[in-house]
């Protein structure tokens, strides 16, 4: 569990503020997603400029008696929280007082293999240790109280799952060694340090240990179903299974702050951040595209620092773009749905997509060929002479007799833009009843097509 695959799709070239207002946005997409999926409320935060922009809460936090959620409302965040564990190991590097490249063995003995793993592949899943929380539930051990160390002499005692470096492969196990290891380098409780090197300099103050406190500490409900049943109470895990790997609960807006400290890198050195965000590489040269404690990646020229999380009845989803100042942060009270996802790349594209008077120009004009094809006619005055010499006698006879059938798009929106070959490359989704089309154009510095391409969307 802790932890949801990310279904992000692509953002265009720089932040703008978006029109409508960012509120109606916002407000559109999280109602509009937690109608579709049932989810029963989501707390929402955004970040522009560096700073908290809107944030609001939608939907019941409690169904009996119904209680509506509210923006002040903690919910917990999973494996978001891995990220903040991370980040208690690059402090302790800071200090002087461990290195990433410290043989896990040195702090948490007895572990197998412990003495050729680094604490950097526990950090980036390349250990080999299994995963002691694959479920998308909880299982019946797991509702009642466990130490970490009982956790690693069950699941970090067996034969590794594959050589250390060799494979990726997202296991809680390792953060539980991690948060351990922070215990032993710093001679405090994990939650004491990460309470007063991280919470308490960032002025998150509506972070509770959702681990050792449980679902009581909280106001919302975490909620689950069964197939496609009703909604009811998660079952939660007892104390000790979250510890370094999900155990926090915060609001929406203090999850920001973190985002903002990262994308103003206020807490850590440089060179913490860019080992956090930095893809680790296995020992044949592949990307991982995960850092540490981070999924790490590039959507349409952005980069994008990532994170879901899922724990007893609550998801949640973290996007930062800190080239752009941006972030969105989405929490929900519904396991393994998966509407926190839905939510912040809905808001990210939207964020992403400058609406101004010449997109809009440019989207009318990509329509108006689009119309022209489906009639095999193609406006030549709009063209390079490439672009022309392609829409041929057989490329329109091709383009009408495919295209006509479809009838009016209900939709022509720009989803996407970038930079190539000197060009201005715009996406589009043209949506009709019973299909999606993608059209993409490349725009020549004199506002010229020379290309205008289209296929199924997918």
């Not at 956790?151 to 590794?160: E, R, V, Y």
């Not at 329509?367 to 002479?385: K, M, P, W, Y």
């Not at 929106?413 to 201005?424: F, H, I, K, W």
């Not at 490359?425 to 010229?448: C, H």
Request: proline fraction near 6%; glycine fraction near 8%.
């Amino acid at each position: 569990m802790l932890f949801v695959a990310s279904l992000v799709t692509s953002v265009s070239v720089r932040a703008q503020t978006p029109s409508p207002p960012l509120s109606t946005t916002v407000d559109s997409i999280a109602n509009a997603v937690l109608a579709s999926t049932g989810v029963p409320s989501a707390t929402v935060a955004v970040v522009t400029h560096g700073k908290l922009a809107y944030a609001q809460a939608y939907g019941a936090a409690k169904l009996e008696p119904r209680l509506a959620a509210t923006p002040d409302m903690q919910y917990g965040i999973g494996s978001i929280s891995k990220q903040f564990t991370a980040a208690c190991v690059l402090l302790l590097q800071q200090d002087g007082k461990l290195s990433l490249d410290d043989k896990i063995s040195k702090y948490v003995p007895g572990l197998t293999r412990g003495d050729e793993i680094t604490i950097r592949q526990i950090l980036s899943h390349t250990s080999g240790y299994q995963d002691f929380w694959p479920q998308d539930y909880v299982p019946p051990a797991m509702e009642k109280a466990i130490t970490p160390q009982a956790i690693l002499d069950h699941w970090a005692k067996q034969p590794l799952d594959f050589e250390p470096g060799t494979r990726w492969q997202y296991s809680n196990t390792n953060f539980e060694i991690a948060a351990l290891i922070v215990e032993k380098a710093s001679g405090k409780p994990f939650y004491q340090f990460v309470r007063t090197r991280i919470l308490d300099p960032l002025g998150i103050t509506s972070a509770v240990d959702f681990d050792a406190k449980g679902p009581t500490s909280v106001q919302p409900v975490g909620y689950m179903r069964f197939g496609l049943g009703p909604l009811r109470p998660a079952t939660s895990t007892g104390p000790g299974w979250m510890y370094g790997a999900g155990e926090l609960a915060m609001t929406a807006r203090d999850l920001a702050k973190w985002d903002i400290a990262m994308i103003n890198q206020s807490l850590l050195k440089p060179e913490s951040y860019r080992a956090m965000q930095t893809a680790v590489l296995l020992k044949n040269g592949v990307s991982t595209d995960y850092g540490l404690g981070v999924d790490v990646d590039m959507q349409a020229g952005h980069r994008l620092i990532e994170h879901s999380g899922e724990v007893a009845g609550f998801t949640a989803e973290n996007f930062v773009y800190p080239d752009d100042s941006a972030a969105v942060i989405v929490l929900t009270n519904q396991d393994a749905a998966p509407a926190s996802t839905l939510i912040a790349d809905g808001i990210g594209r939207k964020l992403f997509i400058n609406e101004d008077a010449s997109t809009q120009a440019r989207t009318a004009r990509a329509r108006a060929i689009f119309e022209g094809l489906q009639h095999g006619t193609v406006d030549r005055s709009l063209l390079t002479e490439d672009a022309s010499a392609y829409f041929s006698t057989q490329a329109l006879a091709d383009f009408q007799s495919t295209l006509s059938p479809l009838g009016t798009p209900t939709a022509f929106v720009q989803t996407a833009q970038r930079e190539r070959g000197g060009m201005l490359e715009r996406i589009y989704r043209v949506t009709f009843p019973d299909r999606t089309l993608r059209v993409w154009t490349y725009e020549m510095p004199d506002g010229k097509l020379e290309q205008y391409q289209l296929a199924p969307a997918g």
